[in-house]
């Protein structure tokens, strides 16, 4: 294998490989020509690096073979200072858990088949603060002279491939060797790729059938999580004589069958791994799983009859009478041992027995299917710590009380970590499934009686076409319904146009099992909240302002205006204005009183919901137009609004307002002020 990094320079400081970690063993780890030193044993690494380098490199080494032993810590360093780049060996090759004779992966002079992830590195990289990466990977496959080559990612040129959006390291099986025959078909969605490196199957002819009615069924069930590319790999011995499912690709041994074909192509759809080692082993999970669905997926493709459905599950019932399983448990099996067939089997049976119990205990509103879609979202994102980590059965419960609201302990107890089996169950009745897989409101807020519209995307996920009339329960009662027509896998969209309750508040919407709600706004409802007089102390001919708070109550907007009266005279008015729902506004009234005295304002709030007033009770006092407290000679007459020149030099020199503001309360107009001698 040949690793170059390029590109990286002045982005990426440092690059790691835990080489020892790797699952296969690497050896022969050598420099590239513009790395002179990159094999760095554990006591190289600096805890506190200098100058964004983690790697003592004086300490590393130019290949393994010069670092002596092995760590689990050592690792292949690169100081990233230009491209950058090592070769290593690493042996793919892998005998069967339980037949030495038997391959899970093979490389040879006849053919070689394994995953991508067995010669591809996992790594972790330092880089400069602010950096920001927009990372393509690109394979280059050098296939022996004559050999054919094929991968599950889009070829961009001859041995040339790029990865999918966002998946970094290259996933899923390689196949290479002289092919006799290979084809490539789109199907469902998928670019579907088949080679064959053996002897034509009784699969041959039904296994573009069985992709293209199983994907909309796996699809419903598991979510799209699989990406365009799907490579098919039939492969002869020494490989596993069954199959084997891998990221966007799986292997089918060229003595099985379809069923097994449908089972591994389950495998595909599962983004989650398992746990292999008891008393924790949760294969059971996966495997059951894949012989559940592929059976379902099976009827789907119009394959199998009902009858073979269930007599497949039969199968896999009779080992809940095996004495020699009399005590197993599932958190016991492990593949290449005496309990591997019974994780397919007792897997198959519980969750069969899962599936129904969350159906029952939701009204059918969750079923395994949206276990399986949690566990993908969680396990299947390699942008999250969880996708390197195996769903333990703890999880698996865990999960499924969540979504189910509900204590599974007994069933978990019973069933997975005990040795009974949820025996006897119903035949298998094909039957559509219908399930919402969004429900909203548009807009989620709105006036009274106004239009909003109610959309609901849903999915059969079930074994057979449905036609199915699908209502609409608003606050419990049945208001709209609408005919759905859907084959096996397939989603439609359905909307109900309603008009808006009248009433305020959130009102609930219900497609099926699934309930949301839009919410009925308030209307405006505009009152006075307080109102406060500039200056404070109101005198006689003198131009004060009287400012109206307002609040709006309501969730719509709404509009007022204020008008002031006294002695049926109006003293002043606001144009029209808007308060936002639950805002408030502040309007601004001047006002002037002609005479001293008591006197009596009614301040009239108009809206369009309705009128209100509020009576004002104040005492007038004397003028004082020039500012200096007392009621004098030198003030302007009550009676006589024209101020004098004194008082109105005297206003402007002693109140401490500015300028403009002192002019405007005496009503000057003027532009420019002179004062005469």
Known sequence: MNLTLEGAQGSITSVGFPIPLH?????????????????????????????????????????????????????????????????????????????????????????????????????????????????????????????????PWTQTGAHQYVLPEGQTLPRGYVALGAFLASETRAVAGKDVHYVRL?????????????????TPYYTAVYGPGVHRNVLVVNAPDPMFRGGLGGADSFFVHESADIRTAAHEYAHVFQLFGTTESPPDSSIWLNEGDADYHSALAMYAADIWTPHQVDAFFGEAARDAKDPDLRTAVLTDAAYGTSLERFAYHKGLIVLRALDETLRSRSGA???????????????????????????????????????????????????????????????????????????????????????????????????????????????????????????????????????????????????????????????PNVTIDHTAFVPTTVRANQS?????????????????????????????????????????????????FPSMGPVTVRLGLLTPQGNSTLAMDLNVLEADSDGDGVADSQDAFPQNPVLTQKGIVSAVQNTPMPLWVALASLGVTAGVMTRRP
């Open 23 to 151: 699952r296969e063993p690497i050896t022969n780890v050598t420099c590239g020509p513009q790395t002179p030193a990159c094999y760095c044993p554990a006591t190289a690494i600096d805890p506190h690096p200098a100058a964004g380098d983690p790697y003592r490199r004086t300490q590393c080494y130019d290949s393994a073979g010069a670092a002596g032993s092995r760590d689990v810590d050592d690792v292949v360093a690169l100081h990233v200072d230009g491209p950058e780049s090592f070769t290593y060996d690493v042996m793919v090759e892998r005998p069967a858990f339980n037949d030495a004779t038997q391959r899970l992966a093979h490389v040879g002079a006849d053919f070689a088949l394994f995953k991508a992830e067995s010669i591809t590195l996992e790594y972790q990289y330092q880089f400069y603060a602010g950096t920001t990466f927009q990372n393509r990977t690109f394979v280059k496959i050098d296939a022996p002279a004559g050999w054919d080559e094929a991968a």
């Open 198 to 214: 053996g002897n034509v199957t009784s699969y041959d002819a039904q296994l573009f059938g069985l992709i293209e009615n199983a």
């Open 365 to 523: 509103q969750v079923t395994l299917s949206d276990v399986l879609r949690a566990l993908n979202a969680k396990h299947g994102d390699a942008t999250r710590a969880e996708a390197a980590q195996s769903v333990t059965n703890a999880e698996l419960q865990n999960v499924s009380e969540e979504l189910v609201v509900s204590d599974l302990s007994n069933f978990f107890e019973d069933y997975v970590t005990g040795t009974k089996w949820p025996l006897p169950y119903a035949p298998f009745v094909p039957e559509g499934q219908l399930v919402v897989g969004t429900l909203d409101a548009r807009p989620a807020r709105v006036s009274a009686n106004a239009s909003l519209t109610i959309s609901a995307n849903v999915t059969n996920r079930g074994t057979e076409k449905l036609d199915k009339l699908v209502g609409l329960m608003m606050d419990g009662k049945q208001v709209a319904s609408v005919n759905v027509s859907l084959g096996v896998g397939e989603t439609t969209r359905v909307t109900f146009p309603i008009l808006a309750n009248a009433t305020p508040g959130d009102h609930d919407a219900r497609v099926l099992y699934v309930t949301t709600s839009y919410h009925t706004l308030s209307p």
């Open 544 to 592: 004060i302002t009287l400012l109206v708070f307002l609040q709006n109550g309501g969730e719509e907007p709404g509009t007022a205006r204020v008008e002031a009266r006294a002695n049926d005279t109006t003293l002043g008015k606001t144009t029209e204005t808007i308060i936002d729902g639950g805002g408030a506004s502040t309007l601004t009234l001047p006002l002037r």
